[in-house]
């Protein structure tokens, strides 16, 4: 696919923007689908001690930090720099002669800096932030199960011969200051007052990240995976969401049709919803992404069969090639 050299408008503010808070309210616009109980789960002790973290390697010196064209400070439309390919590495942290060392290393993404990718997954929820938990079992969350399903959709797609990238591994928590300084180097818009300062890497800093690494990398498409969950035990189905008022709804469109198009053929019993949000109602990850996205509800884990589903390794192997047919469908098209 061509590259976007327009971002997104990040700058509205939406009613639940102002939260700060995880963009999955898990509501649907789906008439049999009632409320959206945010996660019955009560938040564990995240397993995710921060002194996992490997120490980041210095790195080079800060070269990268070309100047950005500053776009007046328009609400909607402001561009971005072009994801070029030879775009300067920025992907780790690179300590300034004034340094003071930071205190927690960038995820290592798995990626050499600068090179072209593919697409990139983003696990919803991780670390404090279990997500939802409905009949998946005792102590699984929607994080475990999105994490495990980013890993194995990867290894479909890598086994296809392409590039993929994750917004997060569910180990090391991402530094958010370090994700500001970047945005910052790579002149991208973002709200500093929704970065939740270290406790939570939720919905939008991910998505923040994820714009980083797109500036990095120019990957084609990013999805969000998630779990949905209904207070209607009865409700089944796979949802497929995309914003249709950004700068990249158009290609965001088509990436959700091809995506609902592969589960329609590989789950042909199954009902597969493709849902538009405009703007104030759309998933973060769909509105404040600057390359075109989408969000995918892998079924009900309020549901027992679908639950039942999305704990069984042989359900998840068969859904992430359906999933990764959509990707690569869209990719081709
Ligand atoms: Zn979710």
Same mark, same amino acid.
């Given at each position: 696919m061509m590259l976007f050299l327009l971002a997104c408008g990040n700058e509205e503010s939406s009613p639940e923007a102002s939260s700060g808070i995880d963009e999955t309210p898990e509501i649907t616009a789906t008439p049999?689908?009632?409320? =959206?109980? &945010?996660?019955?789960?009560?938040?564990?002790?995240?397993?995710?001690? &921060?002194?996992?973290?490997?120490?980041?390697?210095?790195?080079t010196p800060e070269a990268t930090a070309t100047p950005e064209p500053t776009a007046t400070p328009e609400p909607e439309s402001t561009p971005t720099p072009?994801? @070029? !390919? @030879?775009?300067?590495?920025t992907i780790t942290p690179k300590p300034t002669a004034t340094a003071v060392p930071t205190k927690k290393p960038v995820p290592k993404i798995n990626v050499a800096p600068g090179e072209k990718y593919d697409f990139c997954i983003d696990p919803g929820h991780g670390f404090a932030d279990p997500g939802t938990q409905g009949l998946l079992g005792k102590g699984v969350y929607e994080r475990n199960v999105t994490l495990a399903m980013s890993l194995l +959709?990867?290894?479909?797609? &890598?086994?296809?011969?392409? /590039?993929?990238?994750?917004?997060?591994?569910?180990? *090391? %928590?991402?530094?958010?200051?370090?994700?500001?300084? %970047? !945005? #910052?180097? +790579?002149? +991208? &818009?973002? #709200? /500093?007052?929704?970065?939740? /300062?270290?406790k939570v890497f939720y919905a939008y800093e991910r998505t923040i990240w994820s714009n980083v690494l797109y500036l990095d990398h120019a990957y084609d498409a990013i999805i969000s995976l998630h779990v949905n969950y209904v207070s209607n035990p009865n409700v089944t189905g796979y949802h497929v969401y995309y914003c249709t008022q950004n700068d990249c709804s158009a290609s965001s469109k088509l990436l959700a049709e091809k995506l609902t198009e592969a589960l329609k053929k590989g789950y042909p019993k199954k009902t597969v919803k493709l849902i538009p949000?405009?703007?104030?109602?759309?998933? %973060?990850? =769909?509105?404040?992404?600057?390359?075109?996205?989408? +969000?995918?509800?892998?079924?009900?884990?309020? *549901?027992?069969?679908?639950?039942? #589903?999305l704990m069984n390794e042989e359900w998840r192997a068969e859904y992430v090639k359906a999933v990764a047919d959509g990707l690569i469908a869209y990719k081709n098209s």
């Open positions: 049999e689908i009632t409320s =959206t109980p &945010e996660a019955t789960a009560t938040p564990e002790p995240t397993a995710t001690p &921060e002194a996992t973290a490997t120490p980041e390697p210095p790195a072009a994801p @070029t !390919a @030879t775009k300067a590495p +959709l990867k290894e479909e797609l &890598e086994g296809r011969g392409y /590039k993929v990238l994750l917004s997060h591994d569910g180990i *090391n %928590q991402p530094d958010e200051d370090e994700i500001m300084k %970047q !945005a #910052d180097a +790579l002149g +991208l &818009e973002y #709200d /500093k007052t929704r970065f939740t /300062k270290n949000k405009n703007y104030a109602d759309a998933y %973060q990850v =769909t509105k404040y992404s600057i390359m075109p996205s989408i +969000l995918l509800e892998m079924g009900f884990a309020s *549901n027992p069969g679908e639950a039942k #589903d």
